[in-house]
């Protein structure tokens, strides 16, 4: 059956990177219909017509909503190709998504304030706080990864993708606060990991650039304050 | 799988009540332990140190949190009989969208409209009643949400079956009516009337009982704690 994937989504959304990341691991071929910020398409308010919001996947019709949820779904079926995402063991399938709830539930608030400050020593403060929620993820990496370059071993996993879709995100912090995110010495494991996650393939073709997502975060500051 | 299982709940919490419902769907021999959550043991905190929340399920020295996550574990773990997620990628990502917009929206909803009041209380029920609706229109006139067997939709909706209704008498409203939502309250009468369901619930007296006494402690939470 010809397979007909369209994703409904906005190229800065961490959460739309998330499903792009998965497809790619999985060399699913898609067409991407970019929303414009600030207005939701028709095509969007149908197809998650209850939260309204990106990324939506379509495949061959049907509507996938919630990024993660859309993740597990594509690992689903595209079972036989590419690397296996969700890991196969109930326990460390749990941890990952744990762990996943943990950094959408209590770190990205924390680094929403980031962007929320609307002054340079705002955002620094609230930079720290963020840093602060990332260090239990060290020793998460540490077991998870079992000496391997990834939270899923060898190749990318479901929580890789999960905290990955945040680096453009956090580097465009980065610039605006001065700090670092993944200190050398504080969380070594979790800075080499960021490198190593940023420089896949799977990735690099579909993360803007870091100048991009500074420009955005003005821009959303903007209208948050307007 | 020969290893031993142990469950950390309390007695008010729908949170626990839904593991033990999987469990005990799955035939799976369990510790039962119920924990004073006013004066939370060692071994809770010892096993869920970033939350030091119930429900904890420890299967062989090995801790799972949220209880969501544990359903999916306990499913994955013990495969062999009652399906708790269903089997197709479309409809196990469907089932778990439902399951996080109970958990993110409807719960909440239901909560803050038997704990507020005036303007705040009136948006609240408006929400709660929109919510209802769309589980209304959910359930599409089968017996559960998952078909014809328990699913973890219906395992998740626990809360709407004894919890809400207990709240709402407590609360002096009435959100969930036979009027309204009769294929809701169709399947609530049929949740209940489940032996399994009926062993992993607390008693309607009691739970009213608890929630009358506690009423101004328990209303000044802003979220369900148990």
């Known amino acids: 059956m010809a397979e007909e994937v369209k994703l409904i989504g906005l190229s800065m959304s961490m959460f739309v990177i998330r499903v792009k990341i998965a497809l790619n691991l999985k060399g699913v071929k898609y067409e991407n219909l970019e929303e414009t910020f600030g207005s939701k398409s028709e095509v969007l308010l149908k197809s998650n017509p209850i939260y309204k919001k990106i990324p939506v996947l379509i495949h061959n019709g049907k509507t996938i909503c919630e990024s993660m949820i859309i993740v597990q779904y594509v690992d689903d079926v595209w079972s036989g190709a590419g690397p296996s995402i969700v890991p196969s063991d109930p326990f460390d399938a749990a941890m990952a998504r744990f762990w996943s709830y943990y950094i959408d539930d209590k770190w990205f608030p924390a680094y929403g304030e980031v962007m929320k400050g609307q002054t340079r020593e705002a955002k620094i403060e609230a930079a720290k706080e963020a840093i602060a929620k990332l260090q239990p993820l060290e020793e998460v990496f540490q077991k998870q990864s079992k000496g391997k370059d990834f939270f899923g071993g060898d190749t990318i996993g479901y929580l890789d993708i999960a905290l990955g879709c945040y680096l453009g995100w956090i580097k465009a912090a980065e610039k605006l606060t001065g700090l670092e995110f993944f200190d050398k010495s504080e ?7 960021a490198e190593c996650f940023y420089s896949n393939d799977a990735v690099k073709c579909i993360m803007p650039d870091v100048d991009e997502f500074v420009e955005f975060a003005i821009k959303i500051q903007a209208k948050l304050n307007a | 799988m020969g290893e031993e299982v142990k469950l950390f709940g309390s007695y008010a919490s729908p949170f626990s009540s839904r593991v033990e419902l999987a469990l005990k769907l799955k035939g799976v021999s369990f510790e039962n332990i119920k924990e004073d959550l006013a004066n939370k043991s060692a071994l809770l905190v010892q096993y869920n140190p970033v939350h030091k929340k119930i429900p904890v399920l420890l299967h062989g020295g090995r801790p799972v949190i949220e209880s969501l996550i544990i359903l999916e574990y306990i499913d994955e773990t013990w495969d062999g009989n009652h399906a708790i997620l269903p089997k197709d990628p479309f409809e196990r990502a469907l089932a778990c969208f439902w399951v996080k917009f109970i958990d993110d929206k409807v719960l909440r909803a239901l909560w803050m409209s038997c704990r507020s009041e005036g303007e705040m209380q009136k948006n609240f029920m408006e929400q709660s009643k929109e919510y209802l609706e769309l589980l209304e229109n959910e359930l599409k006139g089968n017996k559960f949400f998952g078909g014809d067997a328990i699913g973890i939709v219906d395992i998740s909706a626990n809360f709407i ?15 969930i009516n036979e009027e309204k939502y009769p294929i809701l309250c169709n399947w609530i009468e049929e949740f209940l009337s489940s032996e399994v369901v009926k062993e992993s619930l607390p008693e309607k007296e009691k739970l009213f009982a608890y929630f009358h006494a506690k009423k101004e ?10």
């Open chain 1, 187 to 193: 969380t070594p494991l979790l800075a080499a990991w």
């Open chain 2, 217 to 226: 402690v328990i209303f000044a939470n802003k979220a369900p704690a148990y």
């Open chain 2, 161 to 175: 079956a004894l919890w809400a209704i207990v709240l709402q008498e407590v609360a002096g409203i009435s959100l």
